[in-house]
């Protein structure tokens, strides 16, 4: 199985910044693209950046400019670093990775299970 650890989330004023980190673990053959998503209460969970094996990447435009993603394929972990944080940014931000196990057909999705991400004005 595959396992998704994320963690770096916590109270921020607006203005600050945070960095989350999300490592995989397991029977991990190779991961094509790995994401963070948002999801604030009440409202659907939204994409907030991409990245993929050969570094390709792209934003919400809610956050361009003012996130970066990054990853280390060594060491199987996205970042998500997260600078001028406003209050609308308040939200769990899970992980997401899809992943080709070893000795096992096909790509798989798998999810984090969240970290708290709260912005006061």
């Known amino acids: 199985q595959v396992q998704l650890v994320e963690s770096g989330g916590g109270l921020v004023q607006a203005g600050g910044s945070l960095r989350l980190s999300c490592a995989a673990s397991?029977?991990?053959?190779?991961?094509?693209?790995m994401d963070w998503y948002r999801q604030a209460p009440g409202k659907q969970r939204e994409l907030v950046a991409q990245i993929t094996s050969i570094g390709s990447f792209n934003y919400a435009d809610s956050v361009k400019g003012r996130f970066t993603i990054s990853r280390d394929n060594g060491k199987n972990t996205v970042y998500l670093q997260m600078n001028s944080l406003k209050p609308e940014d308040t939200a769990v931000y899970y992980c997401?990775?899809?992943?080709?196990?070893?000795?096992?057909?096909?790509?798989?999705?798998?999810w984090g299970q969240g970290t708290q991400v709260t912005v006061s004005s």
């Open positions: 397991g029977s991990i053959f190779n991961i094509n693209a």
């Open positions: 997401y990775a899809r992943v080709k196990r070893v000795g096992v057909v096909g790509w798989w999705d798998y």
